[in-house]
């Protein structure tokens, strides 16, 4: 396939470039710089310029732009990072797709999102199937999200990944805690009785390529594993792998001097399950909480 990627160089889009490619696709980057590259086009999603062409020679495009929620303390500036990051970046690509004549259009938008669509579950399980939760992210998932409609009113097949906290020792979830844990400080972030929706890197990867090619799945997917987890069981199987006590647990109100406003959403539990991946058939690589932390630390 010739696949046109928007957010290549992040986390998760330098892995599944490299992954994309290993299986032979061809993958066209879209950077905001001047092209250093043949693979590489430049647009300006917050002027919504992006040359039509690009998206004509595609047959596929994915989409994980956005600025990342843990990367900065959060204040008002931010907040709106974090949110024009996504949703111009979304309106700019799909907006392009559904200008363009039909024949010329991709077959499918890959457009990321997340689990914090849902907001605070507590206990409850969701699935794709739930309604947008309260809270700041699930405000930005819900205009993120519905950026994606022009393409889908053009007949386009769009996919909303909503992406749990893939694990991967250089990344998300797990790169902050490693040096604690190994340090013999680590330990649950609160009462650590919050749920986390994680999924291992392989299986986000594989669930990615697996959403490209299935012609029959549109909307929302939860890319999180099944086994959701709380904090502190979390903790404890970390902990258990690291060979290191988890004895240091780090009370609410310390997250919120230490992280502003993302410290609400720390402590806020999802209790998501993949209910559309699973009914599709999906095959996990790592279906339980021990194998993928084993993955992530010796990737």
Known sequence: MRILMAGASGFLGTRLVDCLTADGHQVTRLVRRPPRTPVERQWNPSAAQLDPQCVADADAVVNLAGAGVGDKRWNDEYRKVIRT?????????????AGLPAADRPTVLLNSSAVGWYGNTGDRTVTEEAPAGEGFLADVCRVWEAATRPAEDAGVRVVRLRTGLPLHRDGGLLKPQLLPFRLGVGGKLGNGRQWLPWISMRDWLDAAKFLLNRDGIAGAVNVVGPAPVTNAEFTRELAR????????????????????GFAQEALTSARVLPAVLDKAGFSWAHPDLAGALRAALSE
């Open 85 to 97: 990051s996504r949703v111009d970046s979304t309106t700019t690509l799909a907006i392009t797709i």
């Open 241 to 260: 792998q690291l060979h290191r006590p988890a004895i240091m647990p780090i009370p609410a109100v310390a997250l919120k001097v230490a992280l502003g």
